[in-house]
T-cell receptor, first 113, second 114 residues
Framework: KNQVEQSPQSLIILEGKNCTLQCNYTVSPFSNLRWYKQDTGRGPVSLTIMTFSENTKSNGRYTATLDADTKQSSLHITASQLSDSASYICVVSGGQAGTALIFGKGTTLSVSS | DSGVTQTPKHLITATGQRVTLRCSPRSGDLSVYWYQQSLDQGLQFLIQYYNGEERAKGNILERFSAQQFPDLHSELNLSSLELGDSALYFC?????????????FGEGSWLTVV
């Protein structure tokens, strides 16, 4: 079964600290992996998208990594800011139909001062 | 601003009623997606259209239907509404129906069924 599992479910960190969010998937065949940031009650905003051949992709203070062999991805946030408080969603594209987007349930990050 | 416009932003209706949610994709985008997000739940894929044709179907109930019009805007129709249908409904668009393009989400339509 195609699944995307994210951990931790929630995380609280102090402003200025770094953190890493994890995403494990069982989607096959794999097409690409995306990370989205979703503020409460708002639409998700794309952070990164990586294909099979990409190991790392950065977007400002956000760096995503992908290990297609172990089917794991991580999102590293550097020097966190209060505005980073949001839900971070891992989305894997693939599956038998080739176009399915399978969403993780997200990690809720709270950055406190 | 993602460029994807959804209306209405908020909607309150009674059980058994029918509502229509509207979505205008980003200019030039041919593919439209609909998602449902219930409280404390992840995004659930409902359906995708590409240039007017249904491309993929997810966990969409038979009481729900959607279409994409020649001008590429899309509507999601929800009928015989139940309390459990209360959720945030997102529309998203991308340039093609393929899997490699960035998908842009609208701000959502909050539906409350009472």
């Amino acid at each position: 079964k195609n699944q995307v599992e994210q951990s931790p479910q929630s995380l609280i960190i102090l402003e200025g600290k770094n953190c890493t969010l994890q995403c494990n998937y069982t989607v096959s065949p794999f097409s690409n992996l995306r990370w989205y940031k979703q503020d409460t009650g708002r639409g998700p905003v794309s952070l990164t998208i990586m294909t099979f051949s990409e190991n790392t992709k950065s977007n400002g203070r956000y760096t995503a990594t992908l290990d297609a062999d172990t089917k794991q991805s991580s999102l590293h946030i550097t020097a966190s800011q209060l505005s980073d408080s949001a839900s971070y969603i891992c989305v894997v594209s693939g599956g038998q139909a080739g176009t399915a987007l399978i969403f993780g349930k997200g990690t809720t990050l709270s950055v406190s001062s | 601003d993602s460029g994807v416009t959804q209306t209405p932003k908020h909607l309150i209706t009674a059980t058994g009623q029918r509502v229509t949610l509207r979505c205008s994709p980003r200019s030039g985008d041919l593919s439209v997606y609909w998602y449902q997000q219930s409280l404390d739940q992840g995004l659930q894929f409902l359906i995708q259209y590409y240039n007017g044709e249904e491309r993929a179907k997810g966990n969409i109930l038979e009481r729900f239907s959607a279409q994409q019009f020649p001008d590429l805007h899309s509507e999601l129709n929800l009928s015989s509404l139940e309390l459990g249908d209360s959720a945030l409904y997102f529309c998203a668009s991308s340039g093609s129906g393929g899997t490699g393009n960035t998908i842009y989400f609208g701000e959502g339509s909050w539906l409350t069924v009472v």
